[in-house]
C-alpha cells in the first residue's frame, strides 16, 4: 500500500469496555494508514454503524450486550460481504475461534497478544489474508488433526432464540422481554423452555452460566 496516495483503511471498534475501545482507537489512529471512525459498545450498535459509517475493517469483540460478536458479525456480513472483521476476545478455545471463522470473520486476535498485532490482523485482512494470534495456530491445526471440528450448542438456537437468551441474561423478565419483542409473555415461556431443552440446563441460573461460559453475555 502507498500510504501516501491511497485513502486510509476505515476501522470500526466494537467493545463494551470502554476503556479498551479508547485504547484501540488511539492506538489504530497513530497509523498514518488507518482511521478509526466509529466505536461502539454493543452487538445491535455494531450493526447500524457498520451500515451507516461502510468501515472496511470492524475489529470485534465477542462477548458484547444485545447481539453478540458473532451475531453481529453474521448480520453484518449478510449486508456488507466485503467488510473485513477481526475478533479480538480473550477467549482461546478452539470452539470460539471455529465458531468465529465459520460467521465469517478473517482474522482472530486474543486480548492478551500486543498491540502491533491488532495493527497486523487490520493490515492482512485488507490484503484478503487472514491472520491468528500465533498462539491460536497450533489450538487449530491439533484440532483438525484430532478429526474434531468442534461445534457448539449456540449453532442449534434461532436468532430468536438467541436474541432471548441475550435478553434472559440480562435480567429482563418475560413480560419484559415480550414488550421488547412484541411476543406474548407465553411465547417468551415456550422460547426460554425451548432454549433450556437444547442447552441442556434446567433453571435461569444454568441459562446465565452458560452464557457467560460461551462469551455470549459481558461478564
Partial sequence: MDNQSAAPIKVLVVDDHGIVRDGLSVLLNARSEMRVVGAVADGKAAVRAAAKLTPDVIVMDLALPLLSGIDATLLILAARPLTQIVILSAWDTSEHVFRALRAGAR????????????????????????????????????????????????????????????????????????????????????????????????????LIRFAVAHEMAPL
Fill in 107 to 206: 482474522g482472530y486476535v486474543l486480548k492478551e497478544s500486543a498491540g502491533t498485532e491488532i495493527v497486523q490482523a487490520v493490515t492482512a485482512v485488507c490484503k484478503g489474508e487472514r491472520y491468528l494470534s500465533p498462539r491460536l495456530t497450533g489450538l487449530l491445526i491439533d484440532g483438525l488433526l484430532s478429526d474434531h471440528n468442534p461445534t457448539s450448542p449456540i449453532e442449534s438456537l434461532s436468532p430468536r432464540e438467541r436474541e432471548v437468551l441475550h435478553l434472559t441474561v440480562t435480567g429482563a423478565s418475560s413480560a419484559d422481554i415480550g414488550v421488547r419483542l412484541s411476543l406474548s409473555r407465553k411465547t417468551i415461556d415456550t422460547y426460554r423452555s425451548r432454549l433450556m431443552g437444547k442447552l441442556g440446563v434446567t433453571d435461569l441460573a444454568g
